[in-house]
């Protein structure tokens, strides 16, 4: 005879919000094995169990304070509502906010680690102090993207020095977005949305090599802002500072020959982590070979595209050093109330998605 | 019953833990279940919840003491129907988490109870709790490098400490966000979940333990467009969704921690003459005021 194992029980926990014990369910505190003591709510009194005494979980309510069958607050484990995931929006998330609102798209572009996602989440993150340039916050459909981005750039992280946390490259290099609605004294409504690229810096890699890579970024055309950055960091550089103003005028060349950049585009040279610059023994060196590539990649682009600007930026530059000294404010401003798109034109065009991943797919293999 | 009339109007009232919730609730029984200092005639017309633990409140509320923390458990919900001469009709007040916890549940996970996601479509207007004491802030660090770049010249030594004394970077977690990202989370799920109305939504905001900001000569209103900055803009900025007053509100009248203010408080007769509300440079005792700021018709406003 074969010994015996011992039936456990495994107790459903009757807190609000904790579907443990359930299939696909987690413990509403983020433990991963709540029977282990450490939980404070668990086992709340009231749950049901399972291979002991069995209640169903349409069965077991958290509500003790039924009224008509119904409750507030409390809920049956079946009877849980999904909110908005508050995460980066897809291209089927963005065509629906431009289809709905007057919106400013913007493309963030630049290779790996020259500070896209730190550029974007230190705007975000700046509206916790107050009003930006101006424009007050009024909502987002990415909190919990921003917020994640920017955890590492915050106290609360425990880190010795700011980061920022890294795009992730889907697996099919998918368009992803964060968005912003702020007050704009210019819009009729009073308020603007803004949809901004968070794209890994492998894609703009691909779109320097290949014009074909570019074309199949639907969101170009559309853009109303293409920030093409350059990092301040590797300006320092010597031995890199051509590469990476080569590296720019790549990814624009590509873009031009494609034909994504237009009349309609408001092309932005943007050189980030200046605070770096400036407390070099270079910085005045730097100034001029970065003055120099402006006006060369304004030679280049300009003829092509409804406007030309240039920005300096020092994205962790404290807020209370004042607004003015980051330049990430007015950056913001100008993605704010400029645009040369027309209206009516004023959605990304997402038709045959299917294909653009299949592209992607080969193009994530081709760089592997 | 009375309170099923059509004129019951229903508000939700919200806060993250230690937001003052509990306290509010302790005075505002105290008052609608005594006649000493109940000049608005409140009362209770209908109560679902642990009555004892409310009683609890109550009692360490009149003498002076900490309100418990309300730890979380099941039965977090309590709902209490008012009326009274100073309110245009019976009011409904529903805590549908009073420990506060569960919101920031809700705001991780992705998904509320469907219960809650019926009865936010239906509410006339909210109250929202934040305090002083317990707000999470977000700390960009290179403000806070800047401060220590500030007081100290010695930046290198400063960097070998901080490496020194360093733990391991915490990882990102969604129910330690920052309180006014939660609450703009909250407001914004609950105008989402309502869908267009042409009335804006009234949220009373209850800055709590206003007492120890009254040192800082600031309104209430001016304090929650500084401090909390992301919700205040948040709420401002769409005045087609929120219409939205701010209250200081000391439910103790004082820091009870400070044993001569508490033996001071403790003198007055009537607890309820320790309650300060602060609006508008108004200061006063008068706890419904919120209530009736929510119930106002949209001509006198």
Same mark, same amino acid.
């Given at each position: 005879?074969?010994?015996?194992?011992?039936?456990?029980?495994?107790?459903?926990?009757?807190?609000?919000?904790?579907?443990?014990?359930?299939?696909?369910?987690?413990?509403?505190?983020?433990?991963?094995?709540?029977?282990?003591?450490?939980?404070?709510?668990?086992?709340?009194?009231?749950?049901?169990?399972?291979?002991?005494?069995?209640?169903?979980?349409?069965?077991?309510?958290?509500?003790?304070?039924?009224?008509?069958?119904?409750?507030?607050?409390?809920?049956?484990?079946?009877?849980?509502?999904?909110?908005?995931?508050?995460?980066?929006?897809?291209?089927?998330?963005?065509? &629906?906010?431009? !289809? =709905? /609102?007057?919106?400013?798209?913007?493309?963030? %572009?630049? *290779? @790996?680690?020259? #500070?896209?996602?730190?550029?974007?989440?230190?705007?975000?993150?700046?509206?916790?102090?107050?009003?930006?340039?101006?424009?007050?916050?009024?909502?987002?459909?990415?909190?919990?993207?921003?917020?994640?981005?920017?955890?590492?750039? &915050?106290?609360? !992280? =425990? /880190?010795?020095?700011?980061?920022?946390?890294? %795009?992730? *490259? @889907?697996?099919? #290099?998918?368009?992803?977005?964060?968005?912003?609605?702020?007050?704009?004294?210019?819009?009729?409504?009073?308020?603007?949305?803004?949809?901004?690229?968070?794209?890994?810096?492998?894609?703009?890699?691909?779109?320097?090599?290949?014009?074909?890579?570019?074309?199949?970024?639907?969101?170009?055309?559309?853009?109303?802002?293409?920030?093409?950055?350059?990092?301040?960091?590797?300006?320092?550089?010597?031995?890199?500072?051509?590469?990476?103003?080569?590296?720019?005028?790549?990814?624009?060349?590509?873009?031009?020959?494609?034909?994504?950049?237009?009349?309609?585009?408001?092309?932005?040279?943007?050189?980030?982590?200046?605070?770096?610059?400036?407390?070099?023994?270079?910085?005045?060196?730097?100034?001029?070979?970065?003055?120099?590539?402006?006006?060369?990649?304004?030679?280049?682009?300009?003829?092509?595209?409804?406007?030309?600007?240039?920005?300096?930026?020092?994205?962790?530059?404290?807020?209370?050093?004042?607004?003015?000294?980051?330049?990430?404010?007015?950056?913001?401003?100008?993605?704010?109330?400029?645009?040369?798109?027309?209206?009516?034109?004023?959605?990304?065009?997402?038709?045959?998605?299917?294909?653009?991943?299949?592209?992607?797919?080969?193009?994530?293999?081709?760089?592997? | 019953?009375?309170?099923?009339?059509?004129?019951?109007?229903?508000?939700?009232?919200?806060?993250?833990?230690?937001?003052?919730?509990?306290?509010?609730?302790?005075?505002?029984?105290?008052?609608?279940?005594?006649?000493?200092?109940?000049?608005?005639?409140?009362?209770?017309?209908?109560?679902?919840?642990?009555?004892?633990?409310?009683?609890?409140?109550?009692?360490?509320?009149?003498?002076?003491?900490?309100?418990?923390?309300?730890?979380?458990?099941?039965?977090?919900?309590?709902?209490?129907?008012?009326?009274?001469?100073?309110?245009?009709?019976?009011?409904?007040?529903?805590?549908?988490?009073?420990?506060?916890?569960?919101?920031?549940?809700?705001?991780?996970?992705?998904?509320?109870?469907?219960?809650?996601?019926?009865?936010?479509?239906?509410?006339?207007?909210?109250?929202?709790?934040?305090?002083?004491?317990?707000?999470?802030?977000?700390?960009?660090?290179?403000?806070?490098?800047?401060?220590?770049?500030?007081?100290?010249?010695?930046?290198?030594?400063?960097?070998?400490?901080?490496?020194?004394?360093?733990?391991?970077?915490?990882?990102?977690?969604?129910?330690?966000?920052?309180?006014?990202?939660?609450?703009?989370?909250?407001?914004?799920?609950?105008?989402?979940?309502?869908?267009?109305?042409?009335?804006?939504?009234?949220?009373?905001?209850?800055?709590?333990?206003?007492?120890?900001?009254?040192?800082?000569?600031?309104?209430?209103?001016?304090?929650?467009?500084?401090?909390?900055?992301?919700?205040?803009?948040?709420?401002?900025?769409?005045?087609?969704?929120?219409?939205?007053?701010?209250?200081?509100?000391?439910?103790?009248?004082?820091?009870?921690?400070?044993?001569?203010?508490?033996?001071?408080?403790?003198?007055?007769?009537?607890?309820?003459?320790?309650?300060?509300?602060?609006?508008?440079?108004?200061?006063?005792?008068?706890?419904?005021?919120?209530?009736?700021?929510?119930?106002?018709?949209?001509?006198?406003?």
């Amino acid at each position: 005879m074969s010994a015996s194992i011992p039936e456990v029980a495994l107790v459903l926990c009757a807190t609000p919000g904790c579907t443990y014990g359930l299939e696909g369910g987690r413990c509403v505190n983020g433990i991963a094995d709540p029977t282990d003591g450490r939980c404070p709510d668990y086992p709340n009194p009231g749950a049901g169990e399972i291979n002991g005494t069995t209640t169903s979980s349409e069965d077991i309510t958290t509500d003790s304070l039924t009224k008509d069958g119904e409750s507030i607050g409390g809920a049956t484990r079946a009877s849980f509502v999904p909110l908005s995931s508050a995460q980066a929006l897809n291209a089927e998330g963005a065509y &629906r906010v431009t !289809s =709905e /609102r007057q919106t400013r798209v913007v493309v963030v %572009s630049g *290779l @790996t680690r020259t #500070g896209k996602t730190t550029l974007v989440t230190n705007i975000y993150d700046r509206f916790h102090a107050g009003p930006v340039a101006g424009h007050s916050f009024a909502g987002s459909q990415t909190l919990l993207a921003f917020e994640e981005w920017c955890h590492e750039s &915050r106290d609360a !992280s =425990e /880190r010795v020095n700011p980061d920022t946390k890294r %795009s992730p *490259l @889907t697996i099919s #290099g998918e368009q992803r977005f964060l968005h912003l609605c702020v007050t704009d004294d210019q819009s009729e409504t009073g308020l603007r949305d803004l949809l901004i690229s968070d794209l890994h810096g492998e894609l703009f890699e691909r779109v320097r090599d290949s014009s074909a890579a570019a074309v199949a970024m639907t969101v170009l055309p559309r853009a109303d802002h293409f920030v093409q950055l350059l990092d301040g960091e590797l300006l320092l550089d010597m031995s890199r500072r051509h590469e990476t103003a080569a590296d720019a005028r790549r990814i624009l060349q590509s873009c031009i020959t494609a034909g994504v950049l237009t009349k309609r585009s408001i092309v932005q040279i943007v050189a980030t982590k200046w605070d770096l610059v400036s407390a070099s023994a270079d910085k005045v060196a730097v100034l001029a070979f970065w003055n120099a590539k402006v006006a060369s990649l304004e030679k280049l682009v300009a003829p092509h595209v409804g406007g030309f600007e240039a920005h300096i930026t020092s994205a962790r530059t404290a807020v209370s050093a004042g607004g003015k000294a980051s330049g990430v404010e007015d950056l913001m401003s100008s993605w704010v109330r400029n645009s040369l798109q027309k209206p009516a034109a004023s959605h990304i065009e997402v038709e045959n998605p299917i294909i653009i991943r299949e592209f992607d797919r080969v193009g994530l293999r081709s760089v592997k | 019953m009375t309170h099923d009339t059509a004129r019951k109007r229903t508000f939700l009232v919200a806060g993250l833990q230690s937001s003052g919730k509990s306290t509010f609730l302790a005075a505002l029984w105290h008052i609608a279940t005594n006649d000493d200092g109940n000049e608005q005639g409140l009362s209770v017309v209908d109560f679902r919840g642990e009555r004892g633990y409310v009683q609890q409140l109550e009692t360490s509320w009149v003498q002076g003491e900490v309100v418990p923390h309300t730890r979380r458990a099941a039965d977090n919900r309590v709902e209490l129907v008012l009326n009274g001469a100073s309110l245009s009709g019976p009011i409904s007040l529903t805590l549908p988490d009073l420990s506060g916890e569960d919101f920031r549940a809700y705001f991780a996970n992705r998904e509320w109870p469907s219960s809650l996601d019926e009865f936010v479509q239906a509410i006339d207007g909210i109250l929202l709790f934040v305090n002083p004491l317990t707000l999470v802030q977000p700390r960009p660090l290179s403000e806070v490098l800047a401060i220590e770049d500030s007081i100290s010249l010695d930046r290198q030594s400063d960097d070998i400490v901080r490496e020194a004394s360093a733990v391991d970077p915490t990882p990102w977690d969604p129910q330690r966000a920052p309180c006014s990202v939660v609450l703009v989370d909250l407001l914004a799920t609950i105008t989402n979940r309502r869908g267009r109305r042409a009335d804006p939504l009234r949220v009373a905001v209850i800055v709590s333990a206003w007492d120890t900001m009254e040192g800082a000569q600031v309104e209430p209103a001016r304090w929650f467009q500084r401090d909390v900055a992301l919700l205040d803009q948040y709420i401002r900025s769409n005045p087609r969704l929120f219409e939205v007053e701010v209250f200081g509100v000391s439910a103790q009248g004082g820091d009870i921690l400070d044993p001569s203010v508490r033996e001071t408080l403790l003198q007055q007769a009537n607890p309820t003459d320790r309650v300060r509300i602060t609006c508008n440079g108004k200061i006063d005792s008068d706890l419904t005021r919120p209530l009736s700021w929510l119930l106002e018709d949209e001509a006198l406003t």
